[in-house]
């Protein structure tokens, strides 16, 4: 069984100041075996990754968080970043004519760009670690179950110190390849620890400029 922690933002992302080489020390601290880097809407630090990885000993698989016209996606095993802005069942067809893995982050969490009920897609994240109440993600887990369905865990880590702090279980080889088809397979089990509120602080504070800076960018473009 690999441990993998397949929702982790950079420097890249918006919102985040974390390098690559700061995720892989973390992910050795935390005793992964599998991480992908999934920032929103780029993909460059996730190759970064995949290029660096075996010096620490881990599998990288790429990843980025799209921002659809309906909500955040997350797309696995994909070489080139989808399109944003798009409907989401759109982007799930472009991730999967990458043979990716279209997951779904965060669903039903609003505030956070989460997307409803979708069952076209090839997972959900059914824990993710920066929560409140603990209610979505009970509806995620509950909507996973009930239309049988692969689940992962996700850190959502914006930080170093949150990089495993939820993780998958996955019976496969490690090598991207084997990951995303037991993942595909179902072949997961989810372990998740919240966020602690100091940490969730300082993500908030981190992401504040970066935020008000893209929702600019977005907004004259």
């Not at 080489?21 to 630090?45: G, S």
């Not at 209610?135 to 865990?153: H, I, K, S, V």
Request: a negative charge.
């Amino acid at each position: 069984m690999l441990t993998a922690d397949l929702h982790i933002h950079s420097e890249a992302s918006y919102d985040c100041e974390t390098t690559v080489e700061e995720i892989l020390e973390a992910a050795v601290e935390a005793e992964l075996d599998v991480i992908a880097v999934t920032d929103h809407d780029e993909i460059h630090a996730s190759h970064e990754a995949i290029e660096a990885a075996p010096d620490y000993g881990l599998t990288a698989i790429p990843g980025v968080e799209v921002s659809t016209a309906d909500g955040h996606l997350l797309a696995l095993g994909v070489e080139e970043k989808p399109p944003a802005g798009e409907p989401v069942g759109r982007t799930v067809e472009k991730v999967r004519g990458q043979d990716g893995l279209a997951v779904i982050p965060h669903p039903f969490q609003r505030l956070r760009h989460g997307v409803g009920p979708v069952r076209d897609c090839d997972a959900v994240e059914t824990y993710n670690s920066r929560l409140l109440t603990g209610f979505a993600n009970w509806r995620a887990l509950r909507f996973a179950r009930a239309n049988d369905m692969p689940q992962l865990g996700g850190s959502d880590a914006h930080i170093a110190q949150m990089v495993g702090q939820t993780y998958t279980e996955i019976d496969a080889e490690p090598d991207a390849e084997s990951v995303l088809q037991a993942v595909r397979e179902g072949r997961t089990e989810v372990h998740g620890k919240r966020t602690p509120l100091l940490h969730t602080a300082q993500q908030f504070a981190a992401r504040v400029p970066g935020r008000l800076k893209h929702d600019l960018i977005s907004l004259f473009s």
